[in-house]
């Protein structure tokens, strides 16, 4: 059974840098697309982006055009986690974020997600 | 960006009626479209992929259907365990974009 478990801050001032992890449990990290995706408060989830193992050394990812000069994504195959870092967070950001495996572009499995706030 | 437009963004019903939940396109998708359950504080989970291919695991009683631009789920029968937020998804093209959600409330 594949689980997602988001973890991370809480709480984040502004102009900081947002870092976020997921872990996976019976799934490997290699051959999919983790997503991660947002719900800010009141508004429609927002995809953030993807990061894609290949197995090859090498790691692709793609980005929403919105966030991409602020965003990076990385895997981590030996600890079977996912990571997200947002530089120069502002009180825009502030939503739940969720991570999630993809399948041929939806989104098969989910985290629960967890809410992060950026305030001063 | 693709928009989504989902409709309505509540709607009241009992258990055992048959209810309707609209998605449509800023353009035509294609048929790429997924809808999805979520319960506050648990995992989103997948119902729907393709416009109208059931996800292994979940009940017949949900369905989707629709092409081009306009997309429909329909629970029917509503159970209880069915109240809920209900949210599509249309990923044809470089980005990925959600509707604003359903809530399926208790009349």
């Known amino acids: 059974q594949v689980q997602l478990q988001e973890s991370g801050p809480g709480l984040v001032k502004p102009s900081e840098t947002l870092s976020l992890t997921c872990s996976v449990s019976g799934s490997s990290i290699s051959t999919y697309y983790w997503n991660w995706i947002r719900q800010p408060p009141g508004k429609a989830l927002e995809w953030v982006g993807y990061?894609?193992?290949?197995?090859?050394?090498?790691?692709?990812?793609n980005f929403n055009p919105s966030l991409k000069s602020r965003l990076t994504m990385s895997v981590d195959t030996s600890k079977n986690q996912i990571s997200l870092n947002l530089s120069s967070v502002t009180a825009a950001d502030t939503a739940v974020y969720f991570c999630?495996?993809?399948?041929?572009?939806?989104?098969?499995?989910w985290g629960p997600g967890i809410p992060l706030t950026v305030s001063a | 960006d693709i928009q989504m437009t989902q409709s309505p963004s509540t709607l009241s019903a009992s258990v055992g009626d048959s209810v309707t939940i609209t998605c449509r396109a800023s353009q035509s998708i294609f048929g790429l479209l997924a809808w999805y359950q979520h319960k506050p504080g648990t995992a989103p989970k997948l119902l729907i992929y393709k416009a109208s291919t059931l996800e292994s695991g979940v009940p017949s009683r949900f369905s989707g259907s629709g092409s081009g631009t306009e997309f429909t789920l329909t629970i029917s029968n509503l159970q209880p365990d069915d109240f809920a937020t209900y949210f599509c998804q249309q990923y044809n093209g470089y980005s990925t974009t959600f509707g604003q959600g359903t809530k399926v409330e208790v009349k």
């Open positions: 999630a495996r993809g399948r041929n572009g939806y989104l098969v499995h």
């Open positions: 990061v894609y193992d290949t197995v090859y050394d090498s790691v692709k990812t």
